[in-house]
């Protein structure tokens, strides 16, 4: 079964920063798009960040020149570096990834667990 294990998550003072990693395993015959998504008590999930198999990469407003979404191909990471974090940042942040695995040989979308990032105030 292929998973996505989430770290970096924690507590910073605004203005701070933080870097989250989502590692693929498993049976992995290919992975094309990867994100991050981030929900808030009482909001909808919405996007963080993704970045495509090529390198293409797309933010909303919110986090545009702040945020900056990465990836090493070689190793399946995926990773999310946060700056000038503001509190309206804290959510739980879900790695996404559309993943064809050897038993399934077209994407399927593949979600961690979910990481808590809480910004003081």
């Known amino acids: 079964q292929v998973q996505l294990v989430e770290s970096g998550g924690g507590l910073v003072q605004a203005g701070g920063s933080l870097r989250l990693s989502c590692a693929a395993s498993g049976n992995i015959r290919s992975i094309n798009t990867m994100g991050w998504y981030r929900q808030a008590p009482g909001k909808e999930r919405e996007l963080v960040a993704s970045?495509?198999?090529?390198?293409?990469?797309n933010y909303p407003n919110s986090v545009k020149g702040r945020f900056t979404i990465s990836r090493d191909n070689a190793k399946n990471t995926v990773y999310l570096q946060m700056n000038s974090l503001k509190p309206e940042d804290t959510a739980v942040y879900y790695c996404?990834?559309?993943?064809?695995?050897?038993?399934?040989?077209?994407?399927?979308?593949?979600w961690g667990q979910g990481t808590q990032v809480t910004v003081s105030s």
């Open positions: 970045i495509t198999s090529g390198g293409g990469t």
């Open positions: 996404h990834a559309d993943i064809s695995s050897t038993w399934r040989p077209y994407p399927v979308p593949y």
